[in-house]
């Protein structure tokens, strides 16, 4: 199918209501681990219940990049190994992947772009709260997306194809009627995700708040990376400044770097 051929304005709506709900059971353990006290124990033994969860946690920890003794590692290893912000964007994102059925080359991808933000943008959080909307705005940043490729698989990837790269918000509004923006808050609403995390959703292309800036910050130097040009817009400046405290310079180097560490580990999941 090429873009040409795509209906405009397909029937989102009737589409949208046929979006299942959230896996409880992930979601119950994804909320023990936001919990302060959430002990590893306890951890462990949630996550020993869930075959499929077990199975990713153990694969990442064994992989090339954590991987230094010559043993295979168990669970309670491959937890302290990794840490619980890893073990928590697997959780969410496998939540989202089963209600979603996303498992193309096109959904790993956008994954591997949110696990990437997420797991810079918590580093941003100057206290639990913070870090914790941080984390959970940027896993689930592109959401619009993911729902676009559940609902609309074929027009979309057809989008991505086209452009080569994920499309435009003036793209998908000519085609949808909505952007992935739009479509990412309606569905964190949907699922009861707090309205801070609906927010930075929503605005992660354009700023409203601290939160936002960050998302969009990080967003657009991970996507730059992705797409081979590093170098940030500089009207990114002037989008972010009034919101963060940092030098905008600092921010993107900082961003870069954290950026590349944390690639090399992402790749080794998916
Ligand atoms: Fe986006
Ligand atoms: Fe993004």
């Given at each position: 199918?090429?873009?040409?051929?795509?209906?405009?304005?397909?029937?989102?709506?009737?589409?949208?209501?046929?979006?299942?709900?959230?896996?409880s059971a992930r979601m119950r353990l994804f909320e023990i681990l936001q919990n302060e006290d959430a002990g590893i124990e306890k951890v462990e033994g949630i996550i020993s219940t869930d075959p499929a969860m077990a199975a990713k946690v153990i694969r990442l920890a064994n992989s090339p990049f954590y991987r230094h003794a010559q043993r295979h590692l168990g669970m309670h290893?491959?937890?302290?190994?990794?840490?619980?912000?890893?073990?928590?964007?697997?959780?969410?994102?496998?939540?989202?992947i089963d209600s979603l059925r996303c498992e193309t080359k096109y959904a790993r991808d956008l994954w591997s772009h949110s696990y990437a933000v997420a797991l810079i943008a918590v580093s941003f959080g100057r206290n639990k709260a913070e870090k914790d909307r941080l984390f959970t705005g940027a896993l689930l940043h592109d959401l619009g997306r993911m729902v676009f490729l559940f609902i609309a698989p074929e027009v979309y990837t057809a989008l991505i194809d086209s452009e080569g790269f994920r499309p435009g918000e003036d793209l998908e509004q000519e085609t949808f009627s909505i952007t992935h923006t739009e479509m990412g808050e309606m569905v964190a609403r949907k699922w009861n995700f707090p309205d801070e995390i609906a927010e930075i959703i929503r605005y992660?292309?354009?700023?409203?708040?601290?939160?936002?800036?960050?998302?969009?910050?990080?967003n657009q130097v991970?996507?730059?990376?992705?797409?081979g040009i590093p170098e940030v817009d500089p009207a990114s400046l002037d989008v972010v400044q009034p919101f963060v405290e940092y030098s905008y310079k600092d921010l993107v180097n900082t961003v870069a770097d954290r950026y590349k560490t944390n690639t090399v580990i992402i790749e080794s999941l998916f």
């Open positions: 199918m090429t873009v040409k051929n795509m209906k405009p304005q397909l029937c989102i709506e009737k589409r949208f209501d046929a979006i299942p709900t959230l896996d290893e491959s937890l302290l190994t990794i840490g619980l912000d890893m073990v928590k964007c697997i959780v969410l994102s496998m939540a989202v992660h292309h354009r700023p409203v708040s601290r939160d936002s800036a960050l998302v969009y910050l990080i991970a996507s730059g990376h992705e797409m």
